[in-house]
């Protein structure tokens, strides 16, 4: 069998099943095994009840005492009954499983795994397992995969199609060099391709995650280096020198540019005016402001007789940046064509765009990723920026390099992501970096706190205040609606229950993913013009949204978030000249002993935040959330991994100098392979 075999032709795979599979993108065996759990299903010893923790998944050996007792409330069905151990007793708890009666016979032993809960100081199993003791002990020690799921299928489903895969797979041969591998203590991919799905114990697990996630880093970092190798080559086919109306705006601007943001700008235009294409990473923290850099490339693009081009990463950013530019041409007197692009505009209204773009009559061109659609054909692209790169799913300079007769415009890529320095260089080993590492005067800092459940009223009391005084909120939930399987504030509901509490005399509004983006840009219009005081709404606000009314921020459930997100959803407020506030609650309750996001209290600074991070989570933490945000790698992460991470690139720094084209005999299967992935994965790599 061949890793590109199609699923079905594995074992219990039907047409169905590979419906459901190919909602996971998984198509082929290769996809399959490239599949990683997300997590995994440890079978601890069972636990005496009186030595359970108050959270978590435990397993207790236990014998049911008394009859089951079943009851409705609302649309749920509620099972309960109560077992012991010796040490103790506990009640157990499961929802729309009446079948369950029949095996829950008083004196029946049983263990029972499931998450513990605590509430009015008695604590509950909620939705236990039922294991014979003879059953567990089989599992018990074990662990057992959990990966990322759609309607309809299970990890069992896909465990049992893993296991199928592997025992067809043909085993593999080694392709990484004997120093590398001894070097940094790789073990044999055919062991590490097992082992990552079902590890024997966690030092299994920690070799076969080491070979994948270091051999995934070095893929990665080889690719990139080859492509910076092919931009260094790449002359400048648009020499663009400086025109007046940047010197005017930036001489009449109401504030001054900051020292980072002077010497950041003079990098650009440099590079706009230089012998080779500008290949350019802005690095800067929330509000550090990238964006006026980004329109003065724009006026010195379009001063020289070109287009530029800027895309957001959504539909709501878009329009902001359209209508900030504009506002600003009208402002200063200058003279620009100005046109806007995005997903959601009417048939006619992007047919108008598109003429306006190819004959060259919209010389400054603002939208989502519709921009690189196939339909829009540019007059003369000399710029391409990017705001938050890496939320976009295609290569830029490819999407572009056949637009227009033209070809290879400057690249400029803005990401407000907080990664400590030492990763952006390794990372974006691609381009050259520039980092505005001050913010602009006046700014006033952010005032946080950290609380738990029951502050929120003393929450809702502040942010009434807020709006006395004439400013705007945001509330953020982790959750659009409410789901039965997990205890999590959800947009939906909370609006309810918040204007109640605010009365008729204030509007809260909500906003979430699952909009259609004409719904999402009336709303965050409405909340820009003042017309909702409150935008309740889960991190589709994350990006870029300027709102400079709104003064507080309230996270609901913070602890679920990353610390990079929490970030950037700070960034919300604290825009205008008001002081601004962020309450981060933690749903758990544990205010002091969340050291995550005690970090977010002490301070603002994104990259010191990005550090600690690191700190906190450490090469060890394998296991944990995974950090949502810059660069989605199947298995690793770079804050976690970011040793891993450092020694895939030092690898792949002395191969490059030792073999560059990788024609010695040792490297003729790392040659092939890495053909391969460059092949496969041109389109994510990061340019």
Not at 456 to 466: D, P, T
Not at 561 to 588: E, K, M, W
Not at 590 to 604: F, G, I, P, Y
Request: proline share 5%; net charge positive; charged share 25%.
């Amino acid at each position: 069998m061949r890793q590109t075999s199609p699923v079905t032709s594995l074992k219990g795979i039907g047409p169905k099943t590979a419906g459901l599979l190919e909602k996971l993108d998984i198509r082929t065996v290769e996809d399959l095994l490239e599949n990683y759990p997300r997590d995994y299903d440890y079978f601890a010893a069972p636990t005496p009840i009186l030595s359970c923790p108050d959270t978590g998944i435990v397993s207790i050996r236990a014998v049911i005492t008394g009859k089951p007792y079943q009851a409705k409330k609302g649309n749920l069905q509620i099972l309960t009954v109560w077992c012991e151990d010796g040490s103790g007793k506990i009640k157990l708890i499961w929802f729309h499983m009446p079948y369950l009666v029949g095996k829950l016979i008083p004196g029946s032993r049983y263990v029972f795994r499931g998450r513990i809960h605590k509430k009015d100081n008695s604590r509950f199993l909620e939705q236990p397992a039922l294991y014979s003791p003879a059953e567990y002990e089989t599992l018990e020690g074990s662990r057992r995969p959990i990966y990322s799921l759609t309607a309809g299928l299970t990890s069992r489903t896909l465990a049992k199609a893993v296991e199928a895969a592997l025992a067809r797979r043909p085993l593999e041969g080694e392709y990484l060099p004997l120093w590398m591998r001894e070097e940094y203590g790789l073990a044999d991919p055919n062991f590490a391709g097992r082992a990552i799905h079902f590890p024997k114990n966690e030092e299994e697990l920690r070799l076969a995650r080491t070979r994948l996630v270091f051999e995934e880093f070095f893929f990665f970092l080889s690719a990139i280096r080859r492509l910076k190798t092919e931009e260094r080559e790449c002359p400048n086919r648009f020499p663009l020198p400086p025109v007046p109306e940047t010197e005017m705006l930036l001489s009449r601007l109401p504030y001054r540019l900051t020292k980072a943001q002077e010497r950041v700008w003079r990098e650009i235009s440099g590079n706009l005016n230089g012998n080779t294409r500008m290949s350019r990473l802005i690095q800067g923290d929330v509000g550090s402001g990238k964006t006026i850099l980004a329109f003065l490339a724009l006026l010195q693009v379009t001063g020289n007789g070109y287009q530029g081009a800027m895309m957001a990463p959504t539909e709501v950013l878009a329009r902001q940046h359209y209508e900030s530019l504009t506002k600003l041409l009208e402002q200063y007197g200058i003279k620009r064509r100005v046109v806007l692009l995005t997903g959601s505009m009417t048939a006619k209204e992007k047919r108008l765009a598109y003429d306006r773009i190819e004959t060259g009559a919209a010389e400054i061109i603002l939208g989502t990723h519709a921009v690189i659609q196939e339909r829009v054909r540019f007059a003369g692209l000399a710029l391409v920026i990017t705001d938050e790169q890496h939320r976009f799913g295609v290569r830029q300079r490819e999407a572009f390099s056949d637009k227009g007769e033209e070809k290879e415009p400057h690249i400029l890529v803005m990401s407000a992501t907080p990664i400590p320095r030492t990763l952006a260089i390794i990372l974006y080993g691609d381009l050259d970096i520039s980092v505005i590492d001050e913010l602009p005067a006046g700014r006033l800092p952010i005032k946080n706190c950290v609380v738990g459940p029951d502050y929120r009223e003393n929450a809702w009391r502040f942010i009434e205040r807020e709006l006395q005084a004439g400013h705007q909120a945001y509330v953020i939930c982790p959750m659009v609606e409410e789901n039965d399987s997990v205890d999590l504030e959800n947009v939906v509901d909370y609006r309810k229950k918040l204007q109640k509490r605010l009365g008729s005399g204030r509007v809260v509004g909500m906003l979430h993913g699952r909009m259609r983006p004409g719904e999402k840009n009336a709303v965050m219009d409405e909340f820009l013009s003042g017309r909702i005081q409150v935008l309740v709404s889960t991190t589709v606000v994350e990006v870029g949204v300027n709102v400079p009314n709104a003064t507080v921020m309230l996270v609901e459930n913070a602890e679920r978030f990353g610390l990079a997100q929490l970030h950037q959803l700070r960034g919300r407020v604290g825009r205008g000249t008001d002081p601004s506030y962020c309450i981060f609650l933690n749903g758990t309750g544990e205010t002091d002993k969340n050291k995550r996001l005690q970090v977010l209290v002490r301070s603002n600074d994104g990259f010191y935040i990005a550090s600690e991070d690191l700190k906190l989570r450490g090469p060890g933490d394998l296991f944990g959330i995974r950090q949502s945000g810059a660069f989605e790698f199947a298995l690793g992460d770079v804050f976690t991994d970011a040793e891993i991470l450092r020694r895939a690139s030092e690898a792949s720094k002395r191969l490059e100098a030792e073999d560059p084209e990788l024609s010695s005999e040792e490297n003729k299967e790392l040659k092939k392979k890495l053909t391969a992935y460059l092949v496969r994965n041109r389109e994510r790599l990061y340019l």
